[in-house]
């Protein structure tokens, strides 16, 4: 406000602070991180920090003009800025190679109303594998650091675990420990969702052996003892990734019935009345009680009273899953 008042009482300064430039200007000076990997190509990361949105934000209502009138490539363009060298902001790298923070990015967009499309960044970045060394490496960097760092990372690379050798080359490099690390309870709620998610992927697309080695880790007692803990929405993550990783095989699915998952579970949709949360349970009940050989009957018998209550909905995905536990 200050430094505001002293521009405002320059020549010009008034209609500076009121200028589309100034906005653009201020879109371009993002926090930039440069990470390098092994293989030698680095990513670039780029978050804004509250002062900086305080002051763009400010821009704009000092200004008074509709931000949706800006020129989509105008403000691509400012934004680019951000990963440029701050001793050659003439050199950008190749967008490929930049990411703007998912976080940032929604503020942009749905605080701010800015004119920004995921197409523009998102979709560039979270279909380049060759990023993977990089995404892990910082996740082992950030350990215990910048969280919002975490959650991009954790966000970049569940998009990226969707193949088999992906999967594969993420498992060399490492990233099994450190995602049973960020399902720690000590991490914030959003830590836990994203690690649930990767684990989700992994279980999902990824081979027996990979769902062999992620138990090996030690992660589905970790996993059932954070469903018992977790808050609603990061106890239906962590249930559909042991419903995934169950799923795997007969020895995975005993493993987590083993492990005592279907009490916390039938808590879980116990304490709940929402849609969402009967449909991963049952969901899941469902995977627990398939396969060949059957499960130990005792292990899975406590569902059968919740179970008739489930048949009553009115949800069709609840009543499939239901049936399917039948069978």
């Not at 763009?56 to 440029?84: P, Q, T, Y």
């Not at 960097?141 to 088999?164: A, H, K, P, T, W």
């Not at 992927?201 to 090996?216: D, N, S």
Request: with cysteine; aromatic share 8%; net charge negative.
């Amino acid at each position: 406000v200050q430094i505001e008042s002293i521009i405002e009482t320059r020549p010009g300064g008034h209609d500076l602070l009121r200028s589309e430039s100034r906005l653009l200007y201020l879109l371009g000076q993002g926090s930039r991180y440069e990470i390098h990997s092994d293989n030698g190509t680095p990513f670039y990361y780029v978050q804004f920090f509250k002062e900086l949105f305080d002051e763009i934000k400010g821009a704009i209502e000092v200004a008074g003009f509709d931000v949706n009138e800006l020129a989509r490539e105008d403000v691509v363009k400012a934004l680019m800025r951000s990963f440029a060298r701050g001793d050659d902001p003439d050199r950008i790298p190749l967008k490929s190679q930049c990411y703007l923070s998912r976080r940032m990015f929604m503020y942009l967009k749905k605080r701010l109303k800015l004119p920004i499309y995921e197409e523009d960044w998102l979709d560039y970045f979270v279909t380049n594998k060759q990023n993977l060394p990089q995404i892990i490496k910082v996740l082992k960097v950030e350990r215990s650091g910048n969280i919002m760092i975490q959650v991009d990372c954790l966000f970049l690379l569940s998009q990226l675990l969707v193949d088999v050798p992906t999967i594969q080359q993420a498992i060399d490099m490492g990233i099994l420990p450190l995602l049973v690390d960020f399902l720690n309870p000590q991490n914030k709620l959003v830590i836990m969702v994203n690690a649930a998610k990767a684990v989700y992927k992994i279980c999902i697309y990824g081979t027996v052996a990979h769902a062999q080695a992620l138990m090996e880790t030690g992660v589905i007692p970790k996993l059932v003892h954070h469903l018992s803990l977790a808050d609603e929405v990061v106890a239906q993550n962590i249930a559909l990734a042991l419903a995934s990783l169950a799923s795997k095989s007969t020895f995975c699915r005993d493993a987590a019935l083993r492990a005592e998952i279907m009490p916390p579970l039938l808590r879980l949709l116990k304490s709940s009345n929402q849609l969402s949360t009967m449909q991963t349970v049952s969901e899941v009940i469902a995977t627990l009680c398939q396969g060949d050989p059957k499960p130990d009957f005792a292990l899975v018998e406590p569902c059968l009273e919740p179970l008739s209550h489930l048949l009553l909905s009115d949800d069709e995905q609840v009543l499939m899953n239901s049936c399917a536990t039948l069978t």
